[in-house]
């Protein structure tokens, strides 16, 4: 068990989905990890999957005494603008804050917080544990001291920090998707089965996983929404999926059926 004297600073999440949850077993080593989930059903959830290794909490004022929060909710700019409104009585006027979001605008979320000069994007990808890259991205008024944090953040969790314009989608969503939604076009148009073109992908071109069960573990709800964000087609196959309550890996069905 890591030894909490070497933890000198503590980091703040607030969700409790599959990034934040991950986030929370990345960062545990070296730091104090206080998760803020929003219930009670949400908070045993989280403490069953992370165990003993994080601080769970439903009050939002526990976020307080961390110098770093990283907001993970759901990528809804409502729900994010909400929350923002709630932590800006909360959290002190220093704390730094950051966003997991990849297809919102970091320049209208850093502007909601509040604090566009302590606000970052922390793009990370799941499962996060074993993903090395970030993609930070930073609103035009974040101060050196804010981005050298935030690098040093990364470095911290062990990862490769890339900073990329403020674009919805960032780099590697704004070539990926595209290419997801191709593959479905071609399983649409050609009759290709969803097996067939992962292994071509798979052995043909080095991808540690096909572009359909990509789709199916990012969540096909997920992947619609990040679509429209960056402006690509979404395939009328993924809205039919989505509307069949087909959302991938965590519906237990999508392109392909998964049982536990």
């Known amino acids: 068990m890591t030894d909490q004297s070497t933890k000198d600073e503590s980091l703040g999440i607030a969700g409790s989905g599959a990034i934040a949850c991950g986030l929370a077993r990345a960062a545990f080593a070296h730091y104090d990890v206080v998760l803020w989930a929003r219930s009670?059903?949400?908070?045993?959830?989280?403490?069953?999957?992370?165990?003993?290794?994080?601080?769970?909490?439903?009050?939002?004022?526990?976020?307080a005494r961390c110098p770093l929060v990283v907001e993970a909710i759901r990528e809804d700019a409502g729900a994010k603008r909400r929350l923002y409104a709630r932590l800006a009585d909360v959290l002190p006027e220093n704390t730094l804050l950051a966003t997991t979001t990849s297809s919102l605008s970091v320049a209208e979320l850093a502007e909601a917080s509040g604090r566009?000069?302590?606000?970052?994007?922390?793009?990370?990808?799941?499962?996060?544990?074993?993903?090395?890259?970030?993609?930070?991205?930073?609103?035009?008024?974040?101060?050196?001291e804010t981005r050298r944090r935030f690098h040093a953040l990364c470095e911290k969790l062990g990862k490769t920090a890339v900073e990329v314009p403020g674009a919805a989608g960032f780099v590697v969503n704004r070539l990926l998707f595209p290419y997801l939604f191709h593959a479905v076009r071609l399983l649409e148009r050609d009759g290709v089965e969803a097996a067939d073109i992962d292994t071509c992908m798979r052995l043909g071109a080095g991808h540690p996983i096909g572009p359909l069960a990509l789709?199916?573990?990012?969540?096909?709800?997920?992947?619609?929404?990040?679509?429209?964000?960056?402006?690509?087609?979404?395939?009328?196959?993924?809205?039919?999926?989505?509307?069949?309550?087909?959302?991938?890996?965590?519906?237990?069905?999508?392109?392909?059926?998964?049982?536990?």
């Open 40 to 63: 009670e059903g949400s908070a045993e959830r989280v403490c069953g999957e992370l165990e003993d290794t994080t601080g769970v909490v439903t009050d939002l004022t526990e976020l």
């Open 116 to 144: 566009p000069d302590r606000f970052a994007a922390l793009h990370v990808f799941k499962p996060v544990e074993k993903m090395k890259l970030v993609e930070l991205s930073f609103p035009d008024e974040a101060t050196a």
């Open 215 to 260: 789709l199916d573990y990012v969540g096909l709800d997920v992947a619609a929404a990040i679509g429209e964000s960056i402006g690509a087609d979404v395939p009328d196959r993924v809205r039919e999926l989505i509307a069949e309550g087909r959302l991938g890996k965590k519906a237990g069905r999508g392109f392909y059926e998964y049982s536990d």
